[in-house]
């Protein structure tokens, strides 16, 4: 790897010399539109950039290309403009006796939102759009988003797995850093899955994936950063739209919203609000098959089928405001809540049997859950620029707040074979959890000469958290308590970052540097009760995370990027708690207070061709790479004899590499195809259950999407993904894949759009697996409710004044959120 690095920096430091012999005082530069092709006829505008004055003018030919000669040494930067789109400017950079001459990277033009009849109408996006360092997914592009949740418009985007339980992976590493508008989230794994499929689609503007990200942000996240921004208003005036859906699977779902939007003079103010109904199923089959430890014959054998039907509602809102308090100075406030009831009721029969697959006994269970997640949050900001050069100050403090009480009952009836009832149990439980989070952080960028920048930034957070869990068993038709399964576990975590990073554009060469420091202290208290002791933990570390990132612009074709950083993985709280928790009667999970935060190395190479092909490598080395493991119950510790333990654990080195590759093709004028393919191959060598573990498999990915655009308003999609048989840990997940179509249209003189679609049109999506650990061979189906047909109404209001746009502002936090644990339906 160190001697392939060498070849690869030899090499564009040998083309960096042979451009170095071209034309002198000169600034040669690209335009493109947001469909990354050549803009033609777009005005270039050479400016000074001590005072912004014109030095020269000229267009950008019918390739997007403009080029200056004769120029004089100094500072410069460019100004792009064309009808239907906004401004669009350069980042500083400097003619030098050393550097006469510069090729600027490419300038994409963003299409501007405009007054035309006093309706709103936006100029179309592209779904996918490709850029060197990340890849953004346009959401409203996708006739096929209507009606869909957050997660599922991730299931679609390139690069992004879901697996089983709602964990989120990209470019097949999981532990993916997950923000909303840079926010945090707080919420990992399966948890998170909850937030996202009850957050309509429709509330979303686009979707940033990030495999490797610079040293501002977060290390956190090994697999690198999923920005999800949400829809806020840029326009002065009052304007607005509303959203109305109705999606009917197995069961009828529905997501609304709507979004304002107010300013004038020095206030900007917004506000969203959303309500979902999300009704759905989970079917789970399950055939497991335990064996003699000694002479491998299996002696027991144990079939379960289990149905669950999940009702989630939910309710948010966002407020926020902006006040301008002079032309450099900027405050502003975001306040979000969200409140989401939810009821879950299964039932479930397991099957007992000898080897001989003769019935010893019959198990029915019926649960019942009611939850009741509630959120709040805070976001105050202020940004102060200097001057015009770029020297800029912002700083953010945020608030965070999750609450939980859940409600369980479980009753498990045993029969034997003839259906003679045995005997019954009941067990009840209240398990609250209260989650609080303290986040303050200052970035300042500071130009420097030659076009180069500098930035700095501090970040503290701290995380207070509070989990109950208060078990009763129904005995002689009295609750008595179970301390077996009842738990009080208190968490406490403070985080200090501080990062450096600088930036410069050397000619053809874009150069990114940085180094950011993170120190990590915790501490976990379990309470004891009349029969278990106290129990607790500590540790405190810190770590230094290096990021690189260069460019090379070769010529108006070519473009080549070399990335690398080193990122941190650390566990979710609720994941260190060493107790045992109930899920059903032959499934547990239990925490471990000894689970170490994970290291990666990550190293990427991409090239993009003509602006619409864009080829990636990547490999990435994980030290301490943790994952959920599965144990079978040992009676020592008062485990049953053939329940499954699932616990998270550090199982050794995971070795990545893969190949990525991205296209969108004009197959006609009214016909676009975009095309995405990754392999990956994943390779795990370590220690688990006292068993060597050696394990390699490769995964292919497949993604396109076809967007038809016909006349008189009409529009139409055509998408479908596919995935080839992986592991994910100790699981080995067979094939699968979905397709889905829908067709839009334009009505109300533009102000209203409608649209019909259908989701996994072929009911595909179905995961299926098999895991084998210890003296347990285990094989699964899990079916949901995805084969969903969505009829959506989206009406535009309001008339917006011409004028500056006001800056989307983000907060603080973005790693805390990611490793809170949530209740969530499936």
Do not use: C
Request: hydrophobic residues 35%; aromatic residues 12%.
């Amino acid at each position: 790897m160190k001697k392939t690095l060498f070849l690869l920096t030899l090499a564009l430091s040998t083309l960096s010399l042979v451009s170095m012999g071209q034309s002198t005082n000169s600034i040669k530069g690209k335009v493109t539109d947001a469909s990354n092709k050549p803009a033609e006829a777009a005005t270039i505008s050479l400016l000074l950039a001590k005072d912004s004055s014109a030095v020269k003018i000229q267009s950008s030919d019918k390739s997007g290309n403009f080029e200056f000669l004769d120029l004089s040494l100094g500072r410069y930067l460019i100004l792009v403009t064309a009808i239907g789109y906004d401004k669009s400017y350069s980042a500083p950079f400097e003619l030098t006796t050393t550097n006469p001459s510069a090729q600027l990277p490419s300038v994409q033009l963003r299409a501007v939102v405009k007054e035309m009849e006093g309706v709103t109408v936006v100029q179309r996006k592209p779904f996918i759009e490709q850029k060197i360092d990340k890849t953004v997914v346009n959401v409203d592009a996708a006739v096929t988003n209507v009606g869909a949740t957050a997660l599922e418009v991730l299931e679609k985007s390139p690069g992004v797995m879901v697996d089983k339980d709602g964990n989120i992976s990209l470019k097949g590493k999981q532990s993916v850093q997950v923000m909303m508008d840079g926010r945090p989230t707080y919420l990992t794994g399966e948890q998170l899955a909850s937030l996202l499929k009850s957050m309509p689609a429709s509330s979303i503007d686009q979707i940033e994936l990030v495999t490797n990200p610079s040293a501002k942000y977060d290390a956190a996240g090994n697999s690198g950063i999923i920005n999800i921004k949400t829809k806020k208003n840029k326009q002065k005036g009052f304007n607005g739209n509303l959203s109305l859906n109705y999606g009917q699977g197995a069961y009828w779902k529905t997501n609304n919203s709507l979004n304002l939007n107010y300013r004038t003079g020095k206030f900007n103010f917004f506000a969203n609000g959303g309500y979902s109904v999300w009704n759905s199923f989970q079917q789970l089959d399950i055939n497991r098959e335990f064996s003699d430890a000694s002479s491998k014959e299996i002696n027991a054998i144990f079939e379960q089928t289990s149905f669950m039907k999940n009702e989630n509602k939910n309710y948010n809102i966002k407020l926020g405001a902006d006040y301008f308090l002079s032309k450099k100075t900027t405050l502003g406030f975001v306040l979000n809540g969200n409140f989401s009831p939810e009821n879950q009721n299964g039932h479930n029969i397991s099957y007992m049997m000898n080897a001989a697959a003769q019935t010893d006994s019959i198990i029915t269970a019926t649960s019942s859950n009611t939850d009741l997640w509630k959120n709040k949050s805070i976001n105050l900001n202020i940004r102060h620029q200097f001057d015009s050069t770029g020297k800029e100050l912002t700083a953010d403090v945020d608030y965070i707040s999750y609450g939980s009480n859940s409600r369980q009952l479980f009753v498990n009836t045993t029969f034997d074979p003839q259906w003679n009832q045995r005997y019954v149990e009941n067990l009840r439980g209240r398990l609250p959890i209260d989650i609080d989070i303290y986040s303050a952080k200052v970035d300042y960028t500071h130009p420097l000469k030659k076009g180069a920048k500098m930035e700095a930034g501090f970040k503290t957070s701290f995380v207070n958290t509070d989990n109950n869990a208060d078990y009763s068993n129904l005995v002689d038709e009295k609750w008595t308590a179970d301390y077996d399964k009842s738990n009080n576990f208190k968490y406490q975590e403070n985080i200090l970052a501080g990062y450096l990073n600088y930036n410069r554009q050397i000619k053809k060469f874009g150069i990114q540097a940085g180094l950011r420091y993170e120190h990590t202290r915790y501490e976990g208290h379990q309470y004891g009760n009349p029969e278990r002791t106290d129990s607790s933990f500590s540790r405190s570390y810190g770590s230094l995370f290096p990021t690189l990132f260069i460019s090379y612009a070769a010529n108006d074709k070519n473009q080549f990027a070399v990335s690398y950083g080193r990122r941190i993985d650390r566990p979710a709280y609720q994941d260190l708690n060493p107790f045992l928790f109930f899920l059903d009667k032959y499934t547990y999970g239990r925490g471990n207070p000894y689970l170490q935060p994970q290291f990666t190395h990550n190293i990427e190479l991409t090239h993009t061709y003509k602006g619409f092909l864009t080829t990636t490598l990547n490999y990435s080395q994980t030290k301490d790479f943790f994952s959920e493991t599965f144990a079978q119950g040992n009676p020592q510790f008062n485990e049953p004899e053939y329940a499954t333990i699932v616990r998270q654990g550090n199982i050794g080195t995971r070795q990545n590499a893969g190949a990525s590759i991205s296209a969108q093709v004009p197959v006609q004028k009214w016909w676009t195809a975009i095309l995405y393919t990754n392999y990956n191959y994943n390779k795990f060598n370590g220690v688990l259950n006292n068993e060597k573990i050696d394990v390699a498999a490769g995964t292919l990915m497949l993604n396109v999407n076809n967007q038809f655009k016909f006349n008189k308003g009409w529009s139409a999609e055509l998408s479908g993904w596919y995935r080839s048989k992986g592991v994910e840990g100790q699981i080995l997940i067979d094939p699968m894949g979905a397709v889905a179509a829908g067709i839009s249209k334009q009505v109300l003189k533009s102000k209203g759009t409608l649209k019909l679609n259908v989701r996994d049109m072929f009911y595909t999506q179905k995961v299926t697996g098999q895991i084998d650990f210890q003296t347990t061979k285990a094989s699964f189906t899990n079916l949901r409710d995805t084969r969903v047909v969505n009829l959506s109404f989206v009406y535009r209001f309001g008339k917006p004044i011409k004028g500056p746009q006001p800056r989307r502002k983000t907060g603080g936090a973005n790693d805390e959120q990611n490793r809170v644990k949530m209740g969530g339906n499936n």
